[in-house]
């Protein structure tokens, strides 16, 4: 799914954030529908099967939390939070609660428009694909078989599955503890310095220089997220 066609369905209670919202977004191709309630919201969403739902947090009557939980009942669609709310527990929260980003209001529509892209993207790509190409990395699931700029990185087993578990949600935060329950199991939750200790491993195997990394990305307090190395 591209920008061009896709539909966005915006879940903010704020006219000047939704008015704002629909005229940026209209010009650059999408289809724009609109909710002022998190219940609205979630019906809107069941009636219209929006490609992407941008989502504010504090509504009058549902938390944005639980319309996230509503709509994870049933839909994968993309959701990308726009919240006042910055503190790291709430992107947290959010993030696992299903969101696949959070963008702190103020924002910048850039920023928005490029998560809006890579949430696309990752919705778009078929779980089978055999191949998983970020920018100049390239992850081959059937072959286990890891390059960069063409180049082959011999990975250890941990470390592979943390890459292609990235890979798999390229553009998207991946918190903590999604990662270490994926990778190491419900009981390895709350050990973030396991995950420390691989993504070093993996940024001297794959950065040009890992103390400034291209690919992995830090989220501070709240995770990791694989770009195209720009």
């Known amino acids: 799914m591209?920008?061009?066609g896709a539909r966005v369905l915006i879940i903010d209670d704020e006219t000047p954030i939704r008015r704002l919202l629909k005229v940026a977004l209209k010009a650059h191709g999408y289809?724009?529908?609109e909710a002022v309630s998190g219940l609205q919201?979630?019906?809107q969403a069941a009636l219209l099967h929006p490609d992407l739902v941008i989502l504010d947090l504090g509504l009058p009557d549902l938390d944005g939390l639980e319309v996230v939980k509503r709509l994870r009942e049933w839909s994968r669609v993309p959701i990308i939070i726009l919240s006042v709310r910055e503190q790291e527990d709430d992107k947290i929260k959010a993030l696992d609660a299903g969101a696949d980003d959070y963008v702190t209001k103020p924002f910048g529509m850039g920023e928005l428009l490029a998560r809006m892209r890579a949430a696309l993207r990752h919705a778009a790509q078929n779980g089978d694909e055999p191949v998983l190409t970020v920018g100049g990395l390239t992850v081959d699931l059937a072959r286990r078989l890891?390059?960069?700029d063409g180049?082959?990185?011999k990975l250890t087993p941990t470390e592979y599955e943390l890459l292609k578990n990235l890979a798999l949600n390229a553009g998207?935060?991946?918190t903590h503890r999604q990662l270490l329950r994926t990778i190491w199991g419900p009981g390895y939750q709350e050990e973030t310095h396991y995950l420390r200790v691989y993504i070093g491993q993996l940024r001297r195997k794959i950065e040009t220089d890992p103390t400034r990394p291209r690919y992995i990305i830090t989220e501070p307090g709240v995770g990791y997220r694989l770009v195209g190395g720009e």
Request: net charge positive.
């Open 31 to 33: 289809e724009v529908a």
């Open 172 to 174: 998207r935060v991946m």
């Open 146 to 148: 890891v390059t960069v």
């Open 41 to 43: 919201g979630v019906q």
């Open 2 to 4: 591209t920008a061009k």
């Open 151 to 153: 180049r082959e990185i």
